[in-house]
């Protein structure tokens, strides 16, 4: 059973810093494209098995996206914070594909809630 657990959500203020985190188990495939998803909807940022890492322009430049294999950890460090970063963030893992072009079997977690005030 596949299962992604997400932390590192907060308050802060604009300007500020966090990083998430998205433990990964139960994933045996060597193949993969996982990403972050802010409100269900807009895809933040994303990272393939083949090395591609894709951000959406309103993150550009600020957020990060990394994965620790030897923990089975997918990161997503936040710079640079604004208030419209406000919102639930989901970590999302796609069995096939390439960095903003993910597709195949979805899994998902429960997501961990940023709040950036102004």
């Known amino acids: 059973q596949v299962q992604l657990v997400e932390s590192g959500g907060g308050s802060v203020q604009a300007g500020g810093s966090l990083r998430l985190s998205c433990v990964i188990s139960?994933?045996?495939?060597?193949?993969?494209?996982m990403g972050w998803v802010r409100q269900v909807s807009e895809n933040v940022a994303s990272i393939s098995s083949d090395?591609?890492?894709t951000y959406s322009d309103s993150v550009k430049g600020r957020f990060t996206i990394s994965l620790d294999n030897a923990k089975n950890t997918l990161y997503l460090q936040m710079n640079n914070l604004k208030p419209e970063d406000t919102g639930r963030y989901y970590c999302?893992?796609?069995?096939?594909?390439?960095?903003?072009?993910?597709?195949?079997?979805?899994?998902g977690g429960r997501g961990t809630q940023v709040t950036v005030s102004s």
């Open positions: 139960g994933y045996t495939s060597s193949t993969y494209c």
């Open positions: 999302r893992l796609l069995s096939g594909g390439s960095a903003g072009n993910c597709y195949g079997r979805t899994y």
């Open positions: 090395g591609t890492t």
